[in-house]
């Protein structure tokens, strides 16, 4: 299950809380809470897991443009040894190896920029997510928190009230 289904239960169980009697407060089932709570630090892992796919799926496509970049820059250079068979050619090939040489470095310094650029992104993206995740289940938690303690504080005025009430 996920942290944001985990939040929607946990929202479920509060709406069908029992009232407490003469108060807007309600009567929260406090072990399905922790259990809720719970669940939300079993998937926290996920979140993470998915995180550590992400920055191995961005080494995959910077590996891949190094290799990209190597196989031309082989391609060049075989180009090159090629073009030296005749001596009168000599000096246009080596002019056209350094070109291609140089194209291609600029090729692969542009992919692996790109790259970069993409696992930018999606790290900002990713950190993005986990932050808005975290910050929802923390201010799930923290609302629990507040909504049992005033719901225990309204049972102690409620005892204190019915204690009064009977003459205990």
Known sequence: ?????????????????????????????AD???????????????????????????KAIIDNASREAEQIIRKAEER???????????????EVAKEELEKAKQEAENIIADAK?????????????????????QKAITDCGKSLGKNMEQLANTKEAIARATGN
Do not use: C, H, W
Request: charged share 30%; no cysteine.
């Open 32 to 58: 399905q809470m922790r259990e809720y709570m719970d669940s939300i630090r079993i998937n926290m892992p996920t979140e993470v897991n998915e995180a550590k796919e992400t920055l191995n799926e961005q």
């Open 117 to 137: 650029a993409q696992d930018k992104k999606i790290k900002l993206a990713l950190a993005q997510s986990l932050e808005a995740t975290l910050s929802d289940a």
């Open 1 to 29: 299950m996920t942290i944001e289904g985990i939040l929607e239960l946990m929202e479920a169980l509060l709406d069908k809380s029992t009232a407490v009697p003469f108060s807007s407060k309600k009567m929260v089932d």
């Open 80 to 94: 090159a040894k090629a073009m030296v068979a005749q001596e009168e050619i000599i000096k246009q090939a080596r």
